[in-house]
């Protein structure tokens, strides 16, 4: 008889450890297989990081009032390299910006002191354009996608190239949506 109790002890034992176990698993299941977002590096910005080689982009971005208006390149630009830079974007049509960085240091382009203009932005604001970036020392030689921003946001008001105007915006108005559905002239 004690033999059979203490085979009954064993399985009651056996089963709330299992159980618990199925519920440890069930409850850190759910952080197993869900990705974590403090995993993932990402820029919190508008604009984009690159790393290229001993150059690191920070938040690089383009003010502009339109695709063929002036565009002023913003951001920061790290150079962890023993050797000062001189770093070269070209942009659409030709447009072309140098932008020199000290050796072990870093230009901030928000500054007014280091105004980087392209002659064209290549795109309308909300737009992503190709942006070849190049430097004379290091072989870095690459083309990143930079998003083109107006001064719809206050923030960037200030950083329109001189001579730059604000595009205006354009909405429709709902009386001028409601008349034209009105008369079927809508579409």
Do not use: W
């Amino acid at each position: 008889m004690r033999f059979t109790a203490m085979n009954r002890a064993q399985r009651a034992k056996l089963a709330l450890t299992g159980a618990a176990l199925g519920v440890g698993l069930l409850t850190a299941g759910c952080g197993y297989i869900t990705p974590q977002q403090t995993n993932h590096q990402y820029s919190a910005s508008d604009g984009i990081r690159a790393d290229l080689g001993p150059l690191q982009l920070r938040n690089i971005l383009i003010v502009s009032s339109g695709e063929n208006e002036p565009g002023r390149v913003i951001g920061a630009v790290y150079n962890s390299s023993s050797k000062d830079v001189t770093l070269t974007l070209n942009g659409a049509e030709g447009s072309q910006t140098k932008v020199p960085v000290k050796a072990n240091a870093y230009t901030l382009l928000n500054e007014s002191t280091d105004e980087a203009i392209l002659s064209t932005s290549g795109g309308v604001p909300g737009s992503l354009v190709d942006i070849k970036v190049s430097e004379d020392g290091t072989n870095v030689n690459n083309t990143v996608k930079v998003p083109v921003v107006d001064a719809t946001l206050p923030e960037y008001k200030e950083y329109l190239p001189a001579g730059s105007t604000p595009s205006p915006s354009t909405s429709v108005s709902p009386s001028s949506t409601a008349s034209s559905a009105a008369t079927g002239t809508g579409h």
